[in-house]
């Protein structure tokens, strides 16, 4: 079992250990961002905020940029005990709400 939060999320994406919320399902498909590209951007991401307490389950916000300066905001959900991630919402991040480089609010 991972310790890192970081390392769990990859692990659980290169097992496949994934669910898909009915939400993010939405999302993604009304911000026209793929799965594909979800699960490539994972590789990448870094956790910019975490959330502990989150109920059901502790989650964080990662981001992720590609060479091309596309930038992806997703939450997490983390199940350890279960071993497998939950993608809470997707989202590109909005340069009005984020400061440059989208890891801190405005």
């Not at 310790?3 to 692990?11: N, S």
């Not at 594909?36 to 992720?64: Q, T």
């Not at 400061?99 to 801190?104: A, V």
């Amino acid at each position: 079992m991972c310790c890192d939060d970081l390392e769990f999320i990859k692990q659980c994406v290169t097992d496949g250990r994934i669910f898909w919320s009915y939400h993010s399902n939405m999302r993604l498909q009304s911000r026209f961002i793929s799965r594909e590209e979800v699960l490539k951007s994972v590789k990448n991401c870094e956790i910019i905020e975490s959330y502990p307490n989150d109920f059901p389950l502790p989650s964080c916000l990662c981001l992720s940029s590609d060479h091309k300066s596309n930038s992806i905001h997703y939450v997490i959900g983390m199940d350890k005990v279960s071993q497998n991630i939950r993608f809470v919402t997707i989202y590109r991040p909005d340069p009005n709400k984020w400061k440059t480089g989208f890891r801190e609010r405005k």
